[in-house]
């Protein structure tokens, strides 16, 4: 068990502590999470009680799309949770220098000390949408299943990018409060299938910004299934977009001048 894993579970362990301390509080607040998890399938629900929806989209596949777009954002919170909100906090405080004499390397400490246990529940959320959303299909075949795990991993991956580039942004251009609101407003795209966004949109969302692999792809591959090629394409567009990221965050970090620049 090497440092970055003990540090992550002691962490885990550290910040559930201090969930539970208050038990009214962290009841209320799994409450709330769960009440917004929701949301989604509710106003799906009202969209195509009222319409016919989606063009080419059932409302039992889109609520499945939905359910994932929540998966994918509860591993997220649950894992990543504090990794740019808290760096951007120390940036402000001018607290960031005590990170860098800790004996990780920087973006490997503030990885492992990032999640927040309480969002797991957004997880259960998320497999309950996705599992009620299943009900309506005659079978899924296997393979679909595998691919569809697999491209979980992919979109974990692709969010754990966004959180890193708006930590290395922060650093950058330290008044930067921000930037996640944009992002997540850029992300929330996501909750919808490629297909509104025309052949441009398709073509953006999948190989320069792959937004699509938060809902739409690994929806598409669990229902559908998904070409082995495309989902090559997609392993090799999210691995590239990782790397870069990482190099930003890397080149970022050379320019951090102390106590917020």
């Known amino acids: ?40 399938p509710i106003i799906a629900l009202l969209m195509y009680s009222v319409s016919s929806g989606i063009p080419g989209w059932g409302f039992e596949q889109y609520l499945l799309m939905v359910g994932t777009f929540t998966l994918v954002w509860g591993i997220n919170d649950t894992f990543f949770d504090n990794l740019a909100h808290g760096l951007i906090h120390l940036l402000r405080q001018g607290e960031f220098d005590i990170t860098m004499l800790r004996p990780f390397k920087v973006l490997g ?6 999640g927040n246990p309480r969002q797991s ?15 309506s299909f005659n079978s899924i075949v296997f393979v679909n299943i595998l691919s569809y795990i697999y491209l979980i991993f992919l979109a ?4 754990y990018s966004i959180n890193v580039l708006i930590a290395s942004l922060a650093i950058l251009f330290v008044k930067s409060s921000s930037l996640i609101g944009i992002f997540e407003n850029i992300l929330s795209v996501g909750s919808f299938p490629l297909t509104v966004y025309g052949p441009i949109g398709s073509f953006i969302f999948t190989f320069v910004f792959p937004l699509g692999i938060a809902a739409f792809y690994p929806a598409v591959a669990l229902i559908g299934g998904l070409d082995l090629i495309l989902i090559l394409k997609l392993t090799l567009v999210i691995s590239l977009f990782l790397v870069g990221n990482i190099l930003i965050w890397s080149f970022a970090l050379k320019r951090y001048t102390s106590a917020g620049g």
């Open 121 to 135: 529940f957004r997880i259960l959320s998320g497999l309950a949408i996705v599992s009620y959303a299943l009900l």
């Open 109 to 114: 400490y503030w990885t492992v000390t990032a």
């Open 1 to 40: 068990m090497n440092k970055y894993l003990r540090a992550f579970i002691s962490w885990m362990k550290l910040i559930m502590a201090n969930e539970v301390a208050y038990k009214g509080n962290f009841i209320l607040k799994v409450i709330a999470l769960i009440i917004f998890d929701f949301f989604g």
């Open 156 to 159: 974990t991956l692709f969010m």
